[in-house]
T-cell receptor
Framework: EPEVTQTPSHQVTQMGQEVILRCVPISNHLYFYWYRQILGQKVEFLVS????????KSEIFDDQFSVERPDGSNFTLKIRSTKLEDSAMYFCASGVNRGGTEAFFGQGTRLTVV | GENVEQHPSTLSVQEGDSAVIKCTYS??????FPWYKQELGKGPQLIID?????GEKKDQRIAVTLNKTAKHFSLHITETQPEDSAVYFCAAIGAAGNKLTFGGGTRVLVKP
């Protein structure tokens, strides 16, 4: 069964450092998303990406965040200068339909900023 | 924007009993309501979904009901088994149609 894969599973980084979280979406999917879940809180939408551009982003997704699909298979989330409050589980998702219907999620990357 | 509330936050049931999780949403234009199951160390897995043009959908032991007037939807798991133990999330897609808004999750424990 096709699946969304994310690497690494766990990343520890120092405050102020840049991190790149990687995702390989399901191959025939066209819509890509990043969500995050701070411990004990709801899963929150960060950004959606389609046709090589951002289609929507949340207030959380400020200038410190960027996304890229560098080679047609990977989908990355970069945080330029990490803050303690960026510590969370980050989920990548992909789907064939607009808006997140029937979206498939990866297993997540746990980011810990120290 | 859309807001989704989910209850209860934890649910403990005896194996074989039924489990019901309820969610309410705020955006009356929302039209898609999925349920995700998250097991330890894994990402959310889509288990069932319902669109606003139907009131109920079943898939083996799980079913989802939708009341558009009251803006709530529920997940029903019958004949629960230990492997049903997980965190369950409801979600909704609002009028803008570009993202999922999640409920807070329900931790279900099925006791053998």
């Amino acid at each position: 069964e096709p699946e969304v894969t994310q690497t690494p599973s766990h990343q520890v980084t120092q405050m102020g450092q840049e991190v790149i979280l990687r995702c390989v979406p399901i191959s025939n999917h066209l819509y890509f998303y990043w969500y995050r879940q701070i411990l004990g809180q709801k899963v929150e939408f960060l950004v959606s990406f389609y046709n090589n551009e951002i289609s929507e982003k949340s207030e959380i997704f400020d200038d410190q965040f960027s996304v890229e699909r560098p080679d047609g298979s990977n989908f990355t989330l970069k945080i330029r200068s990490t803050k303690l409050e960026d510590s969370a589980m980050y989920f990548c998702a992909s789907g064939v339909n607009r808006g997140g219907t029937e979206a498939f999620f990866g297993q997540g990357t746990r980011l810990t900023v120290v | 924007g859309e807001n989704v509330e989910q209850h209860p936050s934890t649910l403990s049931v005896q194996e074989g009993d039924s489990a019901v999780i309820k969610c309410t949403y705020s955006d009356s234009a929302s039209n898609y309501f999925p349920w995700y199951k998250q097991e330890l160390g894994k990402g959310p897995q889509l288990i069932i979904d319902i669109r606003s043009n139907v009131g109920e959908k079943k898939d083996q032991r799980i079913a989802v009901t939708l009341n558009k007037t009251a803006k709530h939807f529920s997940l029903h798991i019958t004949e629960t088994q230990p492997e049903d133990s997980a965190v369950y999330f409801c979600a909704a897609i609002g009028a803008a149609g570009n993202k999922l808004t999640f409920g807070g999750g329900t931790r279900v424990l099925v006791k053998p």
